[in-house]
């Protein structure tokens, strides 16, 4: 049962991927990657990673999906036709993209990890799901981290107003 | 039986996928939705490996946790660069884009 949900939502993922590159429109390539995010979701989710599955599903499908619509919507305005072609390395960027994925699958499959057996599920694990063992990990050891990421979001923020609006508009 | 080959294949191929898109496409924002699916990969690697790991603390969660926030800062500076290209050039083609400062 739970290799036939691993395969269904690869697939999902990997032909929402492959739709996305492949797409000639670029609004439907957005919304390929939304169907491709929400696809890996679900295998989070196959992998008893509950909170990341709730995390992937809020800012990849909510709001960074929403974010290139915008995007889209603020540069393009006429037809949507052929606005998504490839450039003048496609052929060459396609051929390494298949070299690459044949290395990486060759050296996962030579290494072997198949054979270490998932643990099996926790019998400890606490009621709530992953979320707990996660949020008492960044408010403990990682909570220096957390606070720097925290600043990060921070300065993305001020500085896509800044780029965005221009630095003179955006003096007060 | 499903292993942990599965999951990194699995990401393999979606960091592949993302890596073309990243490279051939050629508006600005197609490339950033490879770059997406690049990071989207990787964090599987790491959540597969925190399951098949054995260790106490979920930090192979974590870690994604971290890298979704970066994603999201990523996204929201790279596409207000769009936008701003835009507004100078009038479009968003990758391959206009030849000098460093114009």
Known sequence: MESFLFYA????????????????????????????????????????????????????????????????????RDRMDGSNGFNRYGIIAGLVGLALFALLARAVTVAGASRAAPPADVPQAPAGGSAVAISNLFLGQLALPLEA???????????????????????? | MLGLNHYLVLAALLFCIGFIGAVAKRNAIAVLMGVELMLNGVNLNLVAFDRFGNHAEPLGQAFAVFIVAVAAAEVAVALAMILTLYRKRGNTNVDDLEGLKW
Not at chain 1, 42 to 68: E, M, P, T
């Open chain 1, 9 to 76: 939502f690869a697939a999902l993922v990997v032909i929402s991927a492959l739709a996305m590159i492949l797409s000639r429109n670029l609004v439907h390539s957005a919304l390929y990657m939304a169907a491709a995010f929400l696809g890996m979701a679900f295998v989070y989710l196959l992998l008893r990673a509950d909170y990341i599955a709730v995390v992937q599903i809020l800012v990849y499908v909510g709001a960074i999906s929403i974010l290139f619509v915008f995007g889209i919507m603020l540069t393009k």
């Open chain 1, 149 to 172: 990421s925290a600043l990060l979001l921070l300065a993305a923020l001020a500085g896509a107003v800044v780029i965005g609006k221009g630095r003179e508009k955006s003096k007060c």
